[in-house]
């Protein structure tokens, strides 16, 4: 493609990307399709002679949009949001056609030192401390499986990486019965294995991790010979959004000797509002945190804030230096390629930049006060209604709720009626919700965040579900 096509084609695809921002709300938020119903309109061969652009974009409209799920709909309250903005999509294209490939410093410093700073900013903007040190990794389940290999570096000596676990046996993570699933994946990849994974029992109100509890675990732990060496606390558990209260876990784990990770990757955002800074009570017994500012901060995906509060550590665990990457400036800057586990990097720090920059912080704390404001009263609309039962609290933008017609008390039953809602109200396309298990029953989640979400769309969800649910 040359210049002057590459230029006209690149018009029409912005017209199209500012339509569809602008008219996402025609499309079903979850898409409407069978397994298999895209990959039967792809040919199965790729074609030996180029295709035009024009030909390609309309199968792209005609093949492959209704395959996709609406994640930027203002009625989309399905698991977290992952959302995008505006000046974040421009720094994307701008990333695009740059192409670099930002593993070190010297492959673009431009890059390595946008993102530190930004990083800097972001550490501002939430309100932790100075002495953390931020890199951006492509999600928090890279951060927190980093920081669970920092952690598992330290416990031995800095030689499990060389001697492997052999002879460092019995070492344990713990995190709380509501922890996300990436800490369990990252506790299986480090070796240690996953059933050396202690999930601790949460208050049944709060959904937050009991530390009576977890100093119990680590005490009959360490009393049977065995070595504890991280806890993953959480801020705004996946389910119901439980807040993790990091003074009394993190004085357990300096007691211990242990590694403490913080698990905020959506919960973070919401530290841009001084009022919630409370959840970071205690963060000077943390050694690494991770929030991302692709779920709730108007960021694309990806974009992972991970702060830690010795580098130095988290770069003796993961760096590794063949010739080929021996650079002249190495020891005087970061290379960000011993921060993670990929050796490539995109260029993250940008879209970061552009967001902040373009927004200010002020903007980005009304969009998620707002957000959670709404949740708070769509909490209140559930409770309001004698058929209906908040399930979970609505901590920040998030809270979960059934439906529980008159007269019917068959736990069983009422599962089986919300998991029919939940399908009915998803069909049909002008919302999305996804579930969890409240003290094992099922429950629906609504969870608000998109930038574009506003409370009549929260007020016309409320309304969808009450009929639908009572047409069951
Ligand atoms: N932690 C929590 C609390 C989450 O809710 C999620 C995803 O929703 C993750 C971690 C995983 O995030 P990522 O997709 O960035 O790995």
Known sequence: MDTETFRRHAHALVDWMAEYLEGVERFPVKA????????????????????????????????????????????????????????SILAEMLTATLGLQCMMWQTSPSAAELEARVLDWLRQMLGLPEGFTGVIQDSASSATLCSLITARERASGWRANVEGLAAHFGMIVYCSAETHSSAEKAVGIIGIGRANLRKIAVDPRSFALRPDLLDAAIAADIAAGLQPIAVVATLGSTGAGGIDALRPIGEICRRHGVWLHVDAAWAGSALVLPEYRWMIDGIEHVDSLVMNPHKWLLTNFDCSAHYVRDPDALVRSLAILPEFLKTRERGQVDDYRDWGVPLGRRFRALKL???????????????????????????????????FELMSPATLALFAFRYRPMGVDDEAVLDRINETLLHRLND?????????????????RFSIGQRTTERRHVAAAWREIQETARGI
């Open 428 to 444: 049909a396309g002008g919302a999305y919700f996804t579930q969890t298990k409240i003290a094992g029953r099922y429950a629906i």
């Open 353 to 387: 930049w552009f967001v902040i920059r373009s927004y200010g912080v002020a903007a980005l704390q009304e969009i998620v006060r707002a957000h959670i404001a709404t949740a708070r009263e769509a909490a209140s609309w559930v409770e309001a209604e004698a058929d």
């Open 32 to 87: 409407q399709v069978e397994p298999g119903e895209i990959a039967r309109r792809l040919p199965p061969a790729p074609p030996r002679d180029g295709e035009a652009m024009e030909r390609i974009f309309a199968d792209f409209e005609r093949d492959l949009l209704p395959g996709v799920t609406h994640w930027q709909h203002p009625s989309f309250f399905a698991y977290f949001p992952a959302n995008n903005s505006p000046p």
